[in-house]
């Protein structure tokens, strides 16, 4: 199994910044793509950001510019800065990774996320 923790969300307001952290563990060998995911109320899953194992990142239309991800590989862990932020991206965040474990699918398992709350 793949274990994903999330932490670092919060309430702030509109324009604002916040850092979200989080680690994986477990079966995380020769992990290619870890990805930061969010999910509003009554709205589906969707992939904010995603940066692989070589350093590309790909980032969601809504989020480009102002979300940066990165990545340490020695530690499997994810980081998400986000800068200029809008009540729009209030959300649960959840990271996930795609490995040799996963077959490189996004794995089907979810941690309990972290609440980010943008206040206008």
């Known amino acids: 199994q793949v274990q994903l923790v999330e932490s670092g969300g919060g309430l702030v307001q509109a324009g604002g910044s916040l850092s979200l952290s989080c680690a994986a563990s477990?079966?995380?060998?020769?992990?290619?793509?870890m990805g930061w995911f969010r999910q509003a109320p009554g709205k589906e899953r969707e992939l904010v950001a995603a940066?692989?194992?070589?350093?590309?990142?790909d980032y969601a239309d809504s989020v480009k510019g102002r979300f940066t991800i990165s990545r340490d590989n020695a530690k499997n862990s994810v980081n998400l800065h986000m800068n200029s932020l809008k009540p729009d991206d209030t959300a649960v965040y959840y990271c996930?990774?795609?490995?040799?474990?996963?077959?490189?699918?996004?794995?089907?398992?979810w941690g309990q996320g972290t609440q980010v709350t943008v206040s206008s």
């Open positions: 996930n990774i795609r490995n040799y474990y996963t077959d490189y699918r996004w794995y089907d398992s």
């Open positions: 940066v692989t194992s070589g350093g590309r990142t």
């Open positions: 477990g079966r995380t060998i020769s992990i290619s793509t």
